[in-house]
T-cell receptor, first 118, second 115 residues
């Protein structure tokens, strides 16, 4: 069974703390994504990666960074957490047919990480 | 601007009745259209997609969606709703932006099926 695994389902952190959210996929997918989900706003793309050590900014990258040292792992980092980063974070992966950066639109999601920043 | 709209925040349907969750889009070129479902406290799951061909596409759990090019719509349907269909449903369209393909997401529609 294919899987995208997010390391933590629930986290509570304090303002100013550094936060790591880890995501691992076992499908050998080229593309990996980090989204943020807030009620009424749908999904907003934070960062994505089409290859190892490659990253591209999404719609809301401010306050976040990412790391992709291995194909199967994509990490989201909050350097200094703030209360407005309280949210559900979703990791996803997808196959990239043909050229680098191609995107079928069919994503596989992890279970999500609900972060609360106090 | 390229966009996806889900005009209803919530849809209520009695069990056994047909259901429709609406989606309209605005995108350049031929769209790739998707529906995803999110059950409570879970990640999203792919339901179905339209790329080309027959305007009626069938997906998981008995769902289907109808692509209407003239109305730029891609409504999700099911002939007979189940209580277990209660979930959050997202419509998405693949668009070419900033030299890459990306998914543009609707805000989501909460579907409530009452026994």
């Amino acid at each position: 069974d294919v899987k995208v695994t997010q390391s933590s389902r629930y986290l509570v952190k304090r303002t100013g703390e550094k936060v790591f959210l880890e995501c691992v996929q076992d499908m050998d997918h080229e593309n990996m994504f980090w989204y943020r989900q807030d009620p009424g706003l749908g999904l907003r793309l934070i960062y994505f990666s089409y290859d190892v050590k490659m990253k591209e900014k999404g719609d809301i990258p401010e306050g976040y960074s990412v790391s992709r040292e291995k194909k199967e792992r994509f990490s989201l980092i909050l350097e200094s957490a703030s209360t407005n980063q309280t949210s559900m974070y979703l990791c996803a992966s997808s196959w990239a047919p043909g050229r680098a950066g191609a995107h079928t639109g069919e994503l596989f999601f992890g279970e999500g990480s609900r972060l609360t920043v106090l | 601007a390229q966009s996806v709209a889900q005009p209803e925040d919530q849809v209520n349907v009695a069990e056994g009745n047909p259901l429709t969750v609406k989606c309209t889009y605005s995108v350049s070129g031929n769209p790739y259209l998707f529906w995803y479902v999110q059950y409570p406290n879970r990640g999203l799951q792919f339901l179905l997609k339209y790329i080309t061909g027959d305007n009626l596409v069938k997906g998981s759990y008995g769902f289907e969606a109808e692509f209407n090019k003239s109305q730029t719509s891609f409504h999700l349907k099911k002939p007979s709703a189940l209580v277990s269909d209660s979930a959050l449903y997202f419509c998405a369209v693949r668009a070419f932006m900033d030299s890459n393909y990306q998914l543009i997401w609707g805000a989501g529609t909460k579907l409530i099926i009452k026994p």
